[in-house]
Antibody
């Protein structure tokens, strides 16, 4: 069964850097886009960006362009989301999700369990 | 940028009732519309894609309809496990772009 397993919860201070991960298994990791979705406490879902691990083609939501960096290491079937300088407003749950390939169904069919990031002084 | 809206924000219903949730796009998204269910402490789960196709393993009581800018998710007979927040989402085939609606919370009356 397809699985996306995310790294564990993080507690950081403002200004610190962070890289969280999402490891895919039981499917061809290089053939499916992986997206990242933010959910702030008590709020809705926001699409942040997406990467194609096969060639590292990366697209960002305008709201998150320049705020985060998405990358992938296809040799270990892992996608990453990173911040160079965290802010308190980055406190949220972050989900990775696989994008289905079938035309007309190209949305997120499998999701990771989420990584809670808490930024507090 | 496409903006998604959902109504109502909250819906209080009793088990066994029929539930209809609405989603509207600010411009046509054709049939590139998905519905997700999210329960507290869980990741979202894909229910419907292509506006009307149930995802794998989704019970038949969930159905989707609509195209263009107006969409509906119907739960024919609400079960206890269906109390959750439901999000609609538009998606592009290319370039990959996604926009979620604000969600509708379905809670117990």
């Amino acid at each position: 069964e397809v699985q996306l397993v995310q790294s564990g919860a993080e507690v950081k201070k403002p200004g610190e850097s962070l890289k969280i991960s999402c490891k895919g298994s039981e499917y061809s990791f290089t053939s499916y886009w992986i997206g990242w979705v933010r959910q702030m406490p008590g709020k809705g879902l926001e699409w942040m960006g997406i990467i194609y691990p096969g060639d590292s083609d990366t697209r960002y939501s305008p709201s998150f362009q320049g705020q985060v960096t998405i990358s992938a290491d296809k040799s270990i079937s892992t996608a990453y989301l990173q911040w160079s300088s965290l802010k308190a407003s980055d406190t949220a749950m972050y989900y990775c999700a696989r994008r289905e390939r079938i035309v007309g169904a190209t949305t997120f069919d499998y999701w990771g369990q989420g990584t809670l990031v808490t930024v507090s002084s | 940028e496409i903006v998604m809206t959902q109504s109502p924000a909250t819906l209080s219903v009793s088990p066994g009732e029929r539930v209809t949730l609405s989603c509207r796009a600010s411009q046509s998204v054709s049939s590139n519309l998905a519905w997700y269910q999210q329960k507290p402490g869980q990741a979202p789960r894909l229910l419907i894609y292509g506006a009307s196709t149930r995802a794998t393993g989704i019970p038949a009581r969930f159905s989707g309809s609509g195209s263009g800018t107006e969409f509906t998710l119907t739960i024919s007979s609400l079960q206890s496990e269906d109390f959750a927040v439901y999000y609609c989402q538009q998606y592009n085939n290319w370039p990959p772009v996604f926009t979620f609606g604000p969600g509708t919370k379905v809670d117990i009356k």
